[in-house]
């Protein structure tokens, strides 16, 4: 039972993946380092508000985080771009170069003159209004 518990951790995908999450996370703190510090005191020094956490609406007596909200969805518009422009273009551009082309592949199929009917490309005779079809 425990070997099998061992062959499983350490196998290639779920090392990867733990570090890969480790990586995540700390990535995660940088952004929101970056939106919370840095960004948002930019865009407030535009707007005039200190920081982006303080906006809140009130419904009904209610507060709404509205500026908790703009802070994450930044921080995942940052994330977001970091990973496409970072991650999967570059991978595209890579697996582009690697990946011979598709060669193209003649059609099995001709149309009959006659009826306009599909037809295999090495019949000599329509199969649907029988002309001969050169």
């Not at 500026?67 to 994450?72: D, K, Q, R, S, V």
Request: hydrophobic share 55%.
């Amino acid at each position: 039972m425990l070997k099998g518990f061992r062959d499983f951790i350490l196998r290639g995908n779920v090392v990867d993946l733990a570090i890969a999450v480790i990586l995540g996370v700390a990535f995660n703190a940088i952004v929101t380092s970056f939106v919370k510090d840095v960004l948002t005191q930019l865009i407030a020094a535009v707007v005039g508000k200190p920081d982006f956490s303080g906006l809140v609406l009130k419904v009904n007596g209610t507060p709404v985080m509205i500026g908790n909200f703009l802070n994450a969805a930044i921080s995942f518009l940052i994330v977001a771009s970091v990973v496409y422009f970072g991650i999967v273009l570059p991978v595209n551009k890579l697996m582009a170069r690697f990946t011979p082309p598709v060669p193209e592949v003649p059609p099995a199929m001709k149309t009959c003159p006659e009826c306009l009917s599909e037809i295999p490309l090495a019949a000599r005779r329509c199969s649907h209004c029988t002309q001969p079809v050169a």
